[in-house]
């Protein structure tokens, strides 16, 4: 263990930064962007050394820090990283730099109206960003439970004032039927996650009295329940272990989210703008699913096997119904958002098909899931803000007056289908064949989302990029230097994941042996070993 | 004297200063009231402190004191602000803090 | 030279990623790039074939590992190649057809402003379809599968401004899609079977797996195949695929891509010849589309839509040849390479003839360009005798093949299946013969468009008619040459094996009775367009023809069938996630606020008020405090 606090600063980083960016003069804004985007990148480099000091194979946790904190409550602050967290605080990290260049303008819109001296709503913008950013690191990198629920639920505070405070202004309504369906969606996203958020403090505590009562002591870090557990020293019962499930399995379903809990997703991403819809759904609630895989399963393995049929069914029902939803939208991005709420079934449905395809899969499809939708999306958005409209009707024919728009979002619209060749289709590939081998029937339903994906997508491709070109479209400008910035690494990392996932894999597989073994399954075996017998031969 | 005479006496001030502070429309005479009901309480806990022996109630009593002796100055202020602005000393008036 | 089969790919993909990032400055010298890089892969292709046919043996098949794809547990995908003489067969036919029509489109295409674009998608059409017969696995296989949709689709609609080709791309990926599903079931199954999707090790073992896990695997990979290859239940989308350039109708859904299919099932030969079920389900497909191509073809007016129903209807041949097992790989595979010569030819003397016509595709408003096209006719008529099976051109060796494996199929099934193809090769005579009359023989039918503009037909550049000649050559020669001593039997023979057949009757009447069938659907087709004048609108015709025009009803079944409900189902899913999933939300909602609302009124602001209620708690607390004392 080195004794440089590595995890510490990569949150410590972009937190500092929202400080010192929150408090640039409001005169100088653009500086204020520009500090922002610095902060961002330090981190990104951050993120890139915990993934070169990391090492794939090594001990379950790594690079670990461990203070006592709230000694009375034996809560801990513990930091540790295994493989799957050290592959998405590299997508958070990632991801940040291109929403703040995707949304540099977004905050503008505010700034004409100067109530006082001190509005500075891009300096407010930035900031909350960086602050999401940090909270959203420290949530992947906490091994304490309680740590962990901390910081899960203080990132809905700066998310709920990027969503309400610097929504899309592209809506079809008024201004003031905007604002109101705004704030709506603002309240929604914060009312839905805080009672997720209470029903697993409710289990979080649970934890604790559990752990006091048969350790003597109450913990809630993560590496000493294992601990204890495997020593023998620990043994839930059937009951509190599944009640206790259920509440964070709660809290993580609502975020991720899970049908029947997602209607606040569509409200939250329509109204956002789009660089903070990518911030939503590719970064914030990538937390909930990396939670179920990492205390769900972890703490409770025998409740997670109790609950996988009911969730396993859940999440089929997250797939379909998020495609066959996204394909009567009107508004693109709510198409978006239904997409995602497919997605998220995957990612779901791969975690708890326990198998090494089926986990790795979904590991891997967080990451292809964030890069995809923030291609998508926030190319998605340019031509959203050129247009002023959000409905897929107000477009036709962007593709002839804007060939590089067209052709960025074509490439976002193929990988959110899985095209073989770009990220996405590993990982979704991996789901399914992961859930066939051990559910087949599961595994042939999943599937069909392929052709309902194909569906949403190119029917928005078709309508808004092809055919004779529409009124409100004809002076519409190709893609900016600083919009191209943000398209091109994203695509190009599409295609790299497509074709060489490795490098990711590496640090995937075994985080996924590890969870495997805590929930004592293992994948099950190919009728006739072909593999085998050709080797022994 | 029996004692527990003064806590007669103390419930009824208390219920008398209860009484003015529901009933009353005066700002001052309720708070006049709510001095009552803690002098009330005071002289319980001389009582008890009598009773029991020990200086405890005593001690509370002071606190007592000190707590009425500050609510004494920041009500009156409020009263008396509150007059100057509406000319009128009745609590009545003093109901826009609801929704 | 093994390490060499990564170029074959790597070429067009080069010329792919340069077309596409290069930007506006390579729009004059863009297609010569896409050109070269093609030709560099066929020139790649011709050494490697040289190699190959210095060795013998199994030392012919050539393996190139290049990195590990996807390594999850057991899942172990590899980006790897394998070539063989199946490969090796549809290398020399990607990239030699490949190539020819690159350089037809320079002429094709030169109007165009977006023509390097359109070289761009070529090249990743030609990557994507050399990834797909090269791959030594089923998901390498699956990639480049999807990566000819990919590029289908692109060129489909590549023509964007016109919401007809932009749906018919639309509509081409997403059958395909369903197609596609198919086969990445079957690659789940394999894997859960096997352990694995690998040929080498899936193909060894194929025999020791049940029989009902072969048939399922054999019945996926026939959807994926039908998907790819437009055959019944799939083919709806080729016929609206003419929507995209002419040269992409060449090269994409005549020659290779919708060839696919074909390769696909005599790749999987191991597992096909243990799934006699699968098997018979693969002949019947083939059967019933190589009717249902024919049919449709004998009806459009048209001249890429005829054309595209008889790639369907040829189609059918190969899938019903290699349904037929070891004794019709073979001749699947030479009609598939036949066929790649003569409908890439058709194709191209089509798109010769709509580039003399201001782009006019009615049959109709052709007529007697013999004279103004002479290379084009000439061309053409070569690729048409062809076709047909005209004894001693291209088409007649291998189509007569498939005709004689289907009698030896032997039993009831044999008869069916071959009357089907016998009488198949009567239709094809008779569609392909009224489309020759339509085009270029009578009078000339043409009439101003709607601008004013009398089409002046003209012969095309020498970039165009140079591809069609070659490919004239190939139409007349390729057949005779890959039956000269079984030549191609043999090359091929060590990959997907071969079994003489033995026809219930003599294969000399057979011949006999297919040349007869061949001069009947000639001679219909010149008593009603040779002999008689074509009318200019086309006559009510028959039900069959009504049906046959609207592509036998297979859209309106799909759309009474399949869009509707689907348009019902999501519009009411809306409905539902809106009133009930988000109105249970809301009703919360709505509901606490409302309790608090009437809560709020106890709050009414009175000193007195809020004293009393202070009190009677106090006095509650103390009751109760009291009360639990006692207890």
């Known amino acids: ?537 | 004297m029996n004692p527990v005479n003064y806590l007669y006496l103390a419930a009824l001030l208390f219920t008398i200063g209860g009484a003015g502070v529901m009933i009353r429309r005066n700002a001052i005479i309720v708070f006049m009231c709510v001095e009552l009901m803690l002098n009330a309480c005071n002289l319980a806990f001389v009582t008890f402190a009598r009773l029991h022996g020990n200086l405890d109630g005593q001690i509370f009593a002071f606190f007592t004191m000190v707590v009425a002796a500050a609510e004494v100055v920041v009500g009156l202020a409020i009263i008396v602000t509150f007059f100057r602005s509406r000319h009128s000393a009745s609590v009545d008036d003093a109901s826009l803090m609801k929704l | ?631």
């Open chain 1, 1 to 537: 263990m080195s004794s440089f606090p590595l995890l510490t600063v990569t949150a410590v980083v972009p937190a500092v930064g929202a400080i010192a960016t929150a408090a640039v003069p409001a005169a100088r804004r653009t500086a204020a962007k520009w500090l922002a985007l610095a902060f961002s990148l330090a981190t990104l480099v951050l993120a890139g050394v915990i993934a070169a000091r990391f090492t794939p194979g090594g001990a379950r946790y790594q690079l670990s820090e461990s203070h006592a904190w709230i000694a009375d409550f034996g809560v801990r602050y513990e930091l540790g990283v295994d493989g799957i967290a050290v592959v998405l605080i590299g997508l958070t990290a990632l991801l940040v730099p291109f929403v703040m260049l995707a949304g540099w303008h977004d905050a503008d819109v505010l700034e004409e109206h100067r109530p006082n001296r001190n509005w500075r709503p891009t300096q407010g913008f930035f900031a909350l960003i960086l602050l999401v950013e940090a909270m959203v690191v420290i949530a992947f990198e906490s091994t304490d439970v309680f740590l962990f629920y901390i910081f899960f639920e203080a990132m809905l505070i700066p998310m709920y004032f990027l969503i309400g405070g610097f929504g899309d202004r592209a809506g079809a309504h008024s201004e003031d039927e905007q604002a109101k369906q705004r704030s709506y969606a603002a309240v929604k996203f914060l009312l839905y996650n805080l009672l997720g958020g209470l029903i697993m403090l409710a289990a979080v505590i649970g934890l604790y009295v559990v752990t006091a009562h048969q350790l003597g002591h109450g913990t809630f870090s993560l590496p000493q329940i294992l601990q204890a557990r495997a020593a023998g020293q620990l043994h839930m019962s059937t009951t509190a272990e599944r009640w206790i499930f259920l509440g964070f399995f709660f809290a993580f379903a609502v975020k991720a989210p899970l049908w029947p809990l997602h209607t606040w997703l569509p409200n939250a991403m329509g109204e956002a703008t789009a660089p903070v819809a990518v911030l939503i759904t590719a970064v914030v609630d990538k937390v909930g699913t990396f939670a179920m895989l990492r205390y769900c399963l972890q703490l409770f393995p025998n409740a997670s096997n109790w609950a996988t049929p009911v969730i396993l069914v859940l999440s089929l029902i997250s797939i379909v119904y998020g495609a066959l939803l996204a394909v009567g939208q009107r508004d693109i991005k709510r198409l978006v958002a239904y997409a995602s709420i497919s997605h998220f079934g995957f990612i779901i449905l791969g975690i708890f098909a326990m198998t090494s395809q089926g986990q790795s899969g979904a590991a891997l499809y967080m990451v292809n899931h964030g890069v995809s939708t923030a291609a998508w999306l926030l190319v998605a958005g340019f031509l959203i803000s050129r247009r002023g409209s959000r409905l897929i009707t107000d477009f036709g024919g962007v593709q002839k007056v804007a060939p590089l728009l067209a052709g960025t979002f074509l490439v976002g619209s193929l990988a959110i289908l899985s095209l073989p060749g770009l990220g996405p289709f590993v990982s979704e590939f991996l789901v399914l064949v992961g859930t066939f081998t051990r559910y087949p029937v599961l595994g042939v339903i999943a599937t069909f989302a392929i052709v309902l994906a194909a569906l949403y997508v190119l029917v928005l491709y078709q309508r808004t990029m092809t055919g004779p070109v529409k009124a409100g479209i004809e002076s519409m400008k190709d893609l900016r230097l600083r919009e191209l910035v943000v398209a091109g690494p994203l695509i190009a990392l599409l295609i790299f994941l497509g074709v060489y996932p490795k490098p990711v894999t590496n640090y995937i597989n075994p985080a996924v042996k590890d969870t495997l073994s805590d929930v004592h399954k293992t994948d099950p075996a190919p009728q006739i070993n072909a593999v085998a017998k050709e080797t022994a031969k």
């Open chain 3, 1 to 631: 030279m093994d390490h060499l089969i990564g170029a074959l790919v790597g070429a067009p993909l080069l010329g792919a990623g340069i077309l596409l990032t290069g930007g506006r400055r390579l729009d004059r010298t863009g297609h010569w790039i896409g050109c070269l890089l093609s030709a560099a892969s066929f020139v790649i292709g011709a050494l490697l074939f040289a190699d190959m046919l210095g060795k013998s043996g199994s030392a012919r098949t050539m393996t190139s590992h290049l990195f590990s794809w996807v390594p999850v547990a057991g899942f172990q995908a590899n980006v790897s190649f394998q070539l063989d003489q199946l490969s090796m067969t549809f290398v020399l036919l990607i990239t030699g057809v490949g190539t020819l029509i690159h350089i037809y489109s320079v002429g094709y295409m030169e109007q165009d402003e977006n023509r390097r674009r359109f070289f761009g998608y070529l090249n990743l059409f030609l990557a994507a379809m050399l990834l797909l017969v090269l791959a030594d696995n089923y998901l390498l296989l699956y990639m480049g599968w999807e990566g000819v949709g990919l590029a289908s689709y692109l060129l489909i609609g590549f023509w964007q401004h016109k919401p007809s080709a932009a749906t018919a791309a639309k509509k081409a990926f997403i059958v395909n899609r369903v197609g596609d599903m198919g086969l990445s079931i079957a690659i789940m199954v394999m894997f859960a079977t096997f352990g694995s999707f690998s040929f080498g090790p899936v193909f060894s073992h194929a025999t020791s797996a049940s029989q009902a896990k072969l048939t399922v695997i054999g019945l996926l990979l026939l959807l994926g195949a039908c998907g790819k290859s437009a055959q019944v239940p799939l083919q709806s989308w080729l016929g609206d695929a003419m929507e995209g350039p002419t040269p992409v109708s060449a090269l994409i859904h005549a020659a290779t891509m919708v060839t696919a299919g074909v390769y696909l099932i005599t790749r999987s030969s191991a597992i096909f010849n243990a799934a006699p079920a699968a098997q018979l389900a693969v002949t019947v497909v083939g059967a019933v589309t190589l009717l249902f191509g024919a049919i449709v073809g004998c009806a459009k007016d048209d001249i890429k839509k005829a054309l595209a129903g008889s790639t369907m209807s040829q189609i059918g041949y190969m899938i019903l040849a290699a349904g037929l097992g070891p004794i019709g790989y073979v001749f699947a595979i030479m009609h598939l390479i036949t066929h790649g010569f003569f409908k890439a030819g058709l194709f191209l003397g089509a798109g010769s003839v709509m580039h003399g016509m201001n782009d006019e595709v009615d049959m109709r408003k052709f007529g007697g360009l013999r004279k103004f096209m002479p290379v084009t006719y000439v061309t053409f008529g070569l690729a048409y005798l062809a076709i047909i099976g005209f004894p001693g051109l291209s088409g007649y060796w291998s189509k007569d093949k498939i005709i004689e494996a289907a009698f030896a199929k032997g039993g009831t099934d044999g008869w069916i299946l071959g009357g089907v193809a016998l009488l198949g090769a009567g239709i094809t005579a008779f569609y392909m013969t009224r489309v020759m009359l339509m085009t270029f023989f009578g009078e000339k039918r043409w009439v101003p468009d709607a601008d004013g503009h009398e089409p002046h037909p003209h012969e095309a550049p020498r970039t165009m008619t140079i591809p069609m000649i070659i490919l004239a050559f190939g139409s007349v020669f390729a057949g005779g040459l890959f039956s000269l001593n079984s030549s191609f039997l043999h090359w091929l023979e060590p990959v997907t094996g071969h079994t003489e057949g033995h026809s219930p009757v003599s294969t000399v009447l057979i011949q006999a009775a297919t040349l007869v069938v061949l001069a009947l659907g000639l001679g219909l087709a010149w008593v009603q367009y040779g002999r008689q004048a074509v009318p200019a609108v086309a006559p009510r015709g028959s039900l069959l023809t009504r049906a046959a025009r609207r592509d036998l009803l297979q859209d309106d079944f799909n759309h009474v069938a399949l869009v509707k409900p689907g348009e019902y189902l999501t519009r009411g899913l809306v409905y539902l996630d809106h009133s009930v999933v988000d109105g249970v939300v809301n009703g919360t909602a709505a509901s606490v606020g409302g309790l608090s609302g009437r809560m709020r009124r106890l709050q009414n602001g009175y000193v007195r008020s809020y004293a009393v209620s202070m009190l009677g708690g106090t006095a509650v607390l103390v009751a109760a405090t009291l009360l639990m004392r006692g207890v």
